[in-house]
C-alpha cells in the first residue's frame, strides 16, 4: 500500500511508483497567486486608464455644451480640466512611473505655464467694468512685468493650465495603440454629431441653437456654435479626421459597414464645410481634400501600393463629389451663396483690416516684449481707437486673428515660447511620418489626419479667433498629444514576399516592452 509522509512529501512505494503528496495545497496557493497578479493588472489598468476614460467624456461634452462660447460653460471646461490634471497626477503616483513625453515638451509647456501665472501674480492694474478704467495696484516685483487685469488673466490661467493637463494625458496614452484609436474616435465621432446637429437644424430652418428661440445667436449659427467662422474652425478640424478613417478602413481589411459609414460620414462632414457660410472654412476644406487626394496619388504610384486600387480611388471619388452635390442642393446653398457674393464689398468695408493696422500701430509698441497679460485684449484694445472714429463700430473683444492678439497678450517673449512649443511638436511628428517603415498604416492615418487638422485651424486663425474658443483649444491640445506621442508608437515591420504583381509586404507582431503586439494584416 502507498504511504505518504506526515510533512507531505514524496518517496517511493514498494512497487517502485513515485508517492506525490496531495496536490491541493499546492494548486490553491498558485491559484491564489494568479488570481492576485490578474486583479493587480486589473487595477493597475483602471488607475492608467481612469484620466483616459475622463477626458474622453469632456471631448464628447465641450462641443455640446454650446462649443463653451458661453463664460459659464467656459468656466466649467476650465475647472474639468484641472481636476483632470489632479487625476492623472495620483495616477502617475499610484502606478509609480514619470510621463512618456518628450522633456522638450515638458520643459516648454511648464515654462509657459510659469510665464502667464507670473503676469498674473505680478498685475500691476486691476480692471473696473463699471467705469471703464484700470485702477494701479501695489505690484509684488514692481520692476518686473506684469498683466494688467489680475482676474482676467487668472482665469485664463486655469484654463491654459487645464488644457495642458489635457494634452499631458493624451500624449502619455497614447503612446499606446488602443488609446490613440479611442481619441480618434472620440474627435471623430463627436464632431459628426455635431455637424448632422447643424445639417438638421439648417434643413429644418431652426429659429436658434437646439431650436431655441431665447438664445442671441444671429442666423449664421450652424450647430453648438453661435459664430459661424468657429464652427467653420471646428468642421476644418473634423474633415481630415474623418477623411483619415475613411482611407484607413478602405485599407485595412475592415468590414463592409465599416467602409460605407465611414464613407458616409465624409460625405456629411463635407456638406457641412460647403453649407456653412464660412468662407475660410470652405477654402481650407478644400485645401484638405486636394491633400488627401495628392498623398493618396502618391502613395500609388511611388509605393506601388495595390489594397486601393486607382479605379477604386476614382469611383469613390465621383460617389463623394456627386454625394457632396446632392445634399447640398436638398439642403440648401442660399445662405452660403450670398455670404460668397459680398465677398467683394466686404473686402472694401471689412474693419478686420482696420483692427490689423491699428494693432500692429499702435497696440504693440506699448505691449512690448511681454505683452498686457494673457486674456487682456477685449480690455485693452478700446484705449487705443479713439482717432478711428467710426471706421470701426462695435466692441472688439477678439483680434479676428489670432497671432496678432498673442503678440499684444503675451508678447514677443511670450508668443516666442508659444511658437517653440507648436514647432517641436509638428517638427517630431513630421519626421516621424516621413520616414516609410516608423509606423503602421492606422497610425500613420491617424498622424496624417491630426497633422491635417492642426494645420487647417492653425490657417484659420490667420483671418479669425478659433484658438480662444475654449472647446477648439481643448481639440487642439488632444490634437497635439497624439502628434507628440508619435515619436513613442511602436514601428511596423513587413516581411516581403512575391507576387505575380512584385513584390509585395505584410505587416508582422512586434514585440514591445516584453509584450506580443499583434497588428491587424495588411497587405501592401
Not at 471646461?77 to 514619470?98: E, H, N, T
Not at 504693440?364 to 477685449?378: E, I, K, N
Request: proline fraction near 4%; charged fraction near 15%.
Amino acid at each position: 500500500m502507498l504511504a505518504e509522509r506526515p510533512d507531505g512529501s514524496h518517496r517511493l512505494g514498494a512497487n517502485g511508483n513515485v508517492v506525490a503528496r496531495p496536490a491541493t495545497e499546492e494548486g490553491e496557493r498558485r491559484r491564489r497567486s494568479r488570481s492576485h497578479r490578474s486583479r493587480g493588472n486589473v487595477l493597475q489598468v483602471l488607475i492608467e486608464d481612469l484620466p483616459g476614460w475622463c477626458l474622453v467624456i469632456l471631448i464628447v461634452a465641450a462641443p455640446w455644451a454650446y462649443g463653451t462660447t458661453f463664460p459659464e460653460t467656459k468656466e466649467w471646461l476650465a475647472k474639468a480640466l484641472c481636476w483632470l490634471g489632479g487625476v492623472f497626477a495620483i495616477s502617475l503616483l499610484l502606478r509609480g512611473r514619470w510621463l512618456r513625453i518628450s522633456w522638450v515638451s515638458v520643459g516648454l509647456s511648464l515654462l509657459i505655464l510659469a510665464y502667464g501665472w507670473w503676469m498674473s501674480w505680478n498685475a500691476k492694474l486691476v480692471y473696473d467694468a463699471a467705469v471703464y478704467y484700470f485702477h494701479p495696484v501695489a505690484q509684488p516685483v514692481p520692476s518686473w512685468p506684469g498683466s494688467v487685469d489680475q482676474k482676467t488673466t487668472w482665469n485664463q490661467m486655469v484654463l491654459i493650465t487645464g488644457l495642458f493637463c489635457a494634452f499631458w494625458v493624451v500624449s502619455d496614452l497614447s503612446t499606446r495603440d488602443r488609446w490613440r484609436r479611442r481619441f480618434w474616435w472620440g474627435l471623430s465621432l463627436t464632431g459628426l454629431s455635431i455637424v448632422v446637429l447643424g445639417l438638421m437644424q439648417r434643413f429644418s430652418d431652426a429659429p436658434g441653437i437646439f431650436w431655441r428661440t431665447d438664445l442671441d445667436c444671429g442666423r449664421t449659427f450652424f450647430a453648438t456654435y453661435r459664430y459661424h467662422a468657429n464652427a467653420g474652425s471646428f468642421i476644418n478640424i473634423i474633415v481630415p479626421l474623418v477623411a483619415a478613417q475613411s482611407v484607413c478602413a478602405f485599407r485595412k481589411d475592415s468590414s463592409h459597414v465599416a467602409k460605407a459609414f465611414w464613407l458616409l460620414a465624409l460625405l456629411v462632414v463635407l456638406v457641412s464645410a460647403v453649407i456653412n457660410v464660412s468662407r475660410a472654412a470652405t477654402v481650407i476644406t478644400v485645401g484638405i481634400v486636394a491633400a488627401f487626394c495628392l498623398l493618396e496619388l502618391y502613395q500609388l504610384i511611388r509605393w506601388r501600393r495595390h489594397t486601393v486600387s486607382k479605379r477604386m480611388l476614382f469611383v469613390g471619388m465621383v460617389l463623394i463629389l456627386g454625394g457632396v452635390a446632392t445634399l447640398v442642393w436638398l439642403i440648401g446653398f442660399n445662405e452660403a451663396y450670398k455670404h460668397w457674393t459680398e465677398f467683394g464689398n466686404s473686402l472694401a468695408t471689412n474693419g478686420r483690416f482696420i483692427v490689423y493696422d491699428t494693432i500692429e500701430h499702435s497696440v504693440l509698441p506699448p505691449a512690448g516684449w511681454w505683452g498686457f497679460g494673457p486674456a487682456t485684449f477685449g480690455l485693452v484694445f478700446p484705449f487705443f481707437t479713439n482717432q478711428l472714429g467710426i471706421a470701426i463700430q462695435g466692441y472688439w473683444e477678439y483680434a479676428h486673428q489670432d497671432y496678432l492678439q498673442c503678440l499684444t497678450e503675451w508678447g514677443f517673449v511670450g508668443t516666442g515660447i508659444w511658437c517653440l512649443f507648436f514647432a517641436n511638436t509638428i517638427i517630431r511628428a513630421v519626421w516621424k511620418l516621413v520616414r516609410r517603415d516608423s509606423l503602421d498604416t492606422r497610425a500613420r492615418c491617424c498622424g496624417i489626419g491630426c497633422l491635417l487638422a492642426l494645420v487647417s485651424i492653425l490657417a484659420h486663425s490667420t483671418v479669425d479667433f478659433p484658438m480662444q474658443i475654449a472647446s477648439l483649444q481643448l481639440y487642439v491640445s488632444v490634437i497635439l498629444g497624439v502628434l507628440a506621442a508619435l515619436q513613442y508608437a511602436d514601428p511596423s515591420r513587413r516581411r516581403k514576399f512575391r507576387t505575380p504583381f512584385g513584390t509585395d509586404a505584410v505587416e508582422e507582431p512586434v514585440q514591445t516592452n516584453g509584450a506580443h503586439l499583434v497588428f491587424e494584416g495588411r497587405k501592401e
